[in-house]
């Protein structure tokens, strides 16, 4: 009777071994096909993202673009003068870039933010006047944004800019629905004011 046990266990257990190696295979299966649907489907959402660039070329279609009227302007802190100089954020969104948006930190002006509001467009283009255009001596006396982040409908962009007394433009790959965009400085070139400064921030729709 005991050998005959011994003999009928025989199937029983390669039945089971056979039904884990099954599961084991059908999870190996599983695994290889979630890392090709994962792969299929990555890049598909990577290019609905919309991207930001910046040129300091005129962008093709800016000419065509519509310019976005500012409702109201707002910022983290701005530098109160004496001679009643005007250097609010609505310096940096009046047209001219003789005046400016100066930060009134006790420092350098790190992590400032300028705020702009607008009736719900189509955002594409920003073109900016980065640091104080009062004059060569001014711009190279104050500080000017290097590094600034751009959060604009949901979208949040950290953007490099370079030191010159040129006008740089933001190009968004598609158009961004949005009424309001903010810069926030998060590096900067350094002058000798320790005040950091936007003379003009104009934004397109396109
Ligand atoms: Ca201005």
Redesign the pocket.
């Known amino acids: 009777m005991a050998r005959d046990d011994v003999r009928s266990d025989g199937p029983g257990a390669g039945m089971f071994i056979a039904f884990i190696l099954e599961c084991v295979a059908l999870m190996m299966i599983c695994v290889v096909l979630w890392e090709i649907y994962a792969k299929i489907s990555a890049p598909a959402e990577q290019a609905l993202e919309v991207q930001a660039s910046v040129t300091s070329s005129i962008p093709n279609g800016l000419n065509n673009a519509g310019y976005i009227g500012i409702n109201d302007a707002q910022a983290t802190s701005e530098l109160y003068q004496s001679d009643d100089i005007d250097n609010s954020p609505y310096?940096?969104?009046?047209?001219?870039?003789?005046?400016?948006?100066q930060e009134g930190t006790e420092g350098e002006g790190y992590g400032e933010r300028i705020e702009f509001y607008f009736d719900e467009s189509n955002v594409r283009y920003v073109k900016l006047?980065l640091g104080n255009?009062r004059s060569e001596n001014r711009y190279y006396a104050n500080n000017r944004p290097k590094t600034m982040t751009v959060d604009v409908g949901g979208n949040s962009y950290k953007l490099d800019f370079e030191d010159e007394m040129e006008l740089q433009y933001i190009v968004f790959s598609e158009p961004i629905k949005a009424s309001d965009i903010q810069f926030t400085i998060d590096d900067i070139y350094l002058g000798q004011t320790h005040d950091c400064c936007i003379?003009?921030i104009t934004i397109y729709e396109g």
Do not use: I, K, M
């Not at 310096?91 to 948006?101: I, K, L, N």
């Open positions: 310096a940096a969104c009046d047209g001219y870039t003789e005046s400016s948006w006047a255009w003379s003009e």
